[in-house]
C-alpha cells in the first residue's frame, strides 16, 4: 500500500529566504505525486504536481518539487518565501494502479517577516 | 466556474444523534471523493463515487456511515448515530475524466463537532 511521510510538522522560515518543505513516499510503481495547500478555513489547494518527464516540475505561485527517485522524495520549493506562504502543506500520492490519493500528515509553513 | 460546495461548514451535534453532510462538486466532474482529517491528523480516504457508483468504500470505518450520490450529481454523507470520535473536518473533493494525473479540486470542508 502506498503511504506518504511528511518529517516535519513545522518549518520556520524568514521572509525571503529559500524554504522546502520535505516529502517522502511509498508506493509500488511509478508514482503520481501531488502538493497542496491548505489557508485556515479553506479546502486544499492544488499546487503542482509530478506525473512523468522532467524531475523538477513548477507549480502556482512560484512554487517548485523535485521529483528524486532514488531517495523517493518529492520535497517542495521556493526560492524566496513570502509571509502569505503561511499555511499547511500537504504531499499526496497516487499510485497508478489505483483511483484513490493517499495524503501526508501535513506540515506546518510559517514565514516570519 | 463554480467550485466544490459544502454544506454545512459547521455542525455542532451530541453524540448519538444524526448528521448529514452534503457535497456539491464541479459540474461534470465523475468523480466524487470524501476525506476526513481527525484532530489536527493525516486526511483520511473515506470513499469515492464515478458517478452514482461507489467505486471504492474501503475507508469508511464503519457502518454508522452512509454515502449516497443519487444521479450522480451532489453526494451526502450520513452519520447515525454520531460517536465523539467522529469529531473531524469533512472534505469532499471532485475531478473529471478517469485520467490518473488529474488534481482533486476540494471543497472547503464540514467541521464536525460532536459532544
Known amino acids: 500500500a502506498q503511504s506518504v511521510a511528511q518529517p516535519e510538522d513545522q518549518v520556520n522560515v524568514a521572509e525571503g529566504n529559500p524554504l522546502t518543505v520535505k516529502c517522502t513516499y511509498s508506493?509500488?510503481?511509478?508514482?503520481?505525486l501531488f502538493w497542496y495547500v491548505q489557508y485556515p478555513n479553506r479546502g486544499l489547494q492544488f499546487l503542482l504536481k509530478?506525473?512523468?518527464?522532467?524531475?523538477l516540475v513548477k507549480g502556482s505561485y512560484g512554487f517548485e518539487a523535485e521529483f528524486n527517485k532514488s531517495q523517493t522524495s518529492f520535497h517542495l520549493k521556493k526560492p524566496s518565501a513570502l509571509v502569505s506562504d503561511s499555511a499547511l502543506y500537504f504531499c499526496?500520492?497516487?499510485?497508478?494502479?489505483?483511483?484513490?490519493?493517499?495524503f501526508g500528515p501535513g506540515t506546518r509553513l510559517s514565514v516570519l517577516p | 466556474e463554480a467550485g466544490v460546495t459544502q454544506f454545512p461548514s459547521h455542525s455542532v451535534i451530541e453524540k448519538g444523534q444524526t448528521v448529514t453532510l452534503r457535497c456539491d462538486p464541479i459540474?461534470?466532474?465523475?468523480?466524487l471523493y470524501w476525506y476526513r482529517r481527525v484532530m489536527g491528523k493525516e486526511i483520511k480516504f473515506l470513499l469515492h463515487?464515478?458517478?452514482?457508483?461507489?467505486?471504492?468504500e474501503s475507508g469508511m470505518p464503519n457502518n454508522r456511515f452512509l454515502a449516497e450520490r443519487t444521479g450522480g450529481t451532489y453526494s451526502t454523507l450520513k452519520v447515525q448515530p454520531a460517536e465523539l470520535e467522529d469529531s473531524g473536518v469533512y472534505f469532499c473533493?471532485?475531478?473529471?475524466?478517469?485520467?490518473?494525473?488529474?488534481?482533486?479540486?476540494f471543497g472547503n470542508g464540514t467541521r464536525l463537532t460532536v459532544t
Open positions: 473533493a471532485s475531478s473529471s475524466g478517469s485520467s490518473y494525473n488529474s488534481p482533486l479540486h
Open positions: 508506493v509500488s510503481g511509478n508514482p503520481y
Open positions: 509530478y506525473i512523468t518527464g522532467d524531475n
Open positions: 499526496a500520492v497516487r499510485d497508478p494502479a489505483g483511483q484513490n490519493f493517499v
Open positions: 459540474s461534470g466532474h465523475d468523480n
Open positions: 463515487f464515478v458517478k452514482e457508483s461507489k467505486q471504492d
